[in-house]
């Protein structure tokens, strides 16, 4: 008999899980596949709180020190490098400057830095590209697939998880005194609450509530070089202005609506959602993208499961007029698929009171998850 079964190993399924251990509850993690293989393991791994909106950047400030508190014990590949916004023309400088203002006001720190230091911060910038930044030196990254699968693995030798990988789960059904999780083997788990974090696959337990929520489903394309030369050093996480004028952070400035009415929408970076993001791994190669295809959750099938090279050379063409890299050769090609609520939250759906749906968080999961998923287990369990 467990406290607390949660489904989906990802971020949010896996902060979930962490926060019920680490309040003395009893847990048992499932996931379907070997470890997990969605959104999760597919992103940049930026945590970046500067980029959302006011309610979103507070889970992401405290999540940076979650992240932090769990890497004193555990190495999450973390870094704390920093992020910096480029403004490519006046108009950004403009929504960097405001930006800066807001932030000041929530004492939360960033520092405006020229062009010039700019050009000397970050090499291979193109001085012909930069007008200016924004600079949060609080902020971290992580190597996405390291991890998620360094913090399962330390909830399960150090604080008692049940871990279950390779296991579907086919119902979960609440009999009155406790919810039983039947899996595709023939396992029965009985549990006090089942918590469902498996993005758009809840699709398959409750397909009538999936087909009638708030969500959509994103399709990202995403690249990574080959190893670069030792000798550049690419720090934390590089955003440009494709993301200033995207991230959500943004629209509470006074100029974005202005800004925004003026863009042009017949360019091809906004037929494909494109903004361009950089980041170096620690091996030395560096992950850029992305773009966004979106779907409702009724028609996901027509994303497809191609990569569209018209997408890929586009980002890539956009990428050099920004930095000049030693190289362009790209190793991996992927994309990520992940579910999001129309309205910017995440979907919540709560059935026969101890089964809890908790997925659609977007593209906030990294940033978000490990203080929203510990506000919520104190909510649900009453802590």
Not at 5 to 16: A, D, E, N, Q, S
Not at 102 to 107: A, H, Q, R, V
Not at 254 to 268: A, G, H, L, N, V
């Amino acid at each position: 008999m467990f406290d607390l079964i949660v489904v989906g190993g990802g971020v949010l399924g896996g902060f979930h899980a962490y926060h019920a251990l680490k309040n003395g509850l009893k847990v048992a993690l499932i996931e379907k596949d070997k470890a997990p293989q969605g959104a999760t393991v597919r992103n940049f791994g930026q945590v970046v709180p500067s980029g959302m909106n006011e309610k979103w950047q507070a889970y992401g400030r405290e999540s940076l020190e979650i992240y932090k508190e769990i890497h004193a014990r555990v190495d999450l590949s973390l870094r704390n490098q920093g992020t910096v916004y480029l403004a490519s023309d006046p108009e950004e400088l403009q929504l960097l400057e405001e930006l800066r203002g807001i932030n000041s006001t929530k004492d939360y720190t960033s520092t405006l830095i020229s062009k010039e230091n700019c050009l000397k911060k970050y090499p291979g910038l193109r001085p012909d590209y930069i007008k200016g930044g924004l600079y949060f030196p609080q902020e971290l990254t992580v190597e996405p697939r390291l991890m998620i699968n360094r913090l399962l693995q330390a909830m399960v030798q150090e604080m008692g998880l049940t871990y279950q990988p390779f296991t579907s789960v086919l119902s979960c059904e609440n009999t009155g005194s406790v919810v039983k999780t039947t899996t595709a083997c023939g396992q029965k788990l009985a549990s006090s609450k089942v918590i469902i974090c498996n993005g758009s696959e809840f699709k398959t337990l409750y397909p009538t509530i999936f087909a009638g929520s708030n969500m959509e489903i994103s399709k990202l394309q995403m690249m990574q070089t080959i190893v670069q030369p030792k000798s550049y050093q690419l720090p934390g996480s590089i955003l440009t202005g494709t993301s200033i004028r995207r991230y959500e952070a943004f629209q509470e400035c006074p100029s974005y609506k202005t800004i925004k009415d003026k863009e042009r929408k017949d360019r091809p970076e906004k037929k494909w959602g494109i903004h361009i993001l950089f980041k170096q791994a620690m091996d030395g190669s560096v992950i850029l993208g992305d773009s966004h295809e979106y779907a409702s959750v009724e028609n996901r099938d027509s994303l497809g499961f191609d990569l569209k090279m018209e997408i890929d050379e586009l980002m890539l063409k956009m990428a050099r007029q920004i930095f000049q890299l030693p190289s362009y050769e790209i190793a991996y090609r992927w994309y990520g698929m992940y579910s999001q609520c129309k309205n910017g939250e995440l979907f919540e759906e709560t059935i026969d009171n101890h089964i809890h749906i908790v997925t659609g968080i977007g593209g906030k999961g990294m940033t978000g998850s490990p203080a929203f998923a510990k506000e919520n287990i104190f909510k649900l369990f009453n802590l």
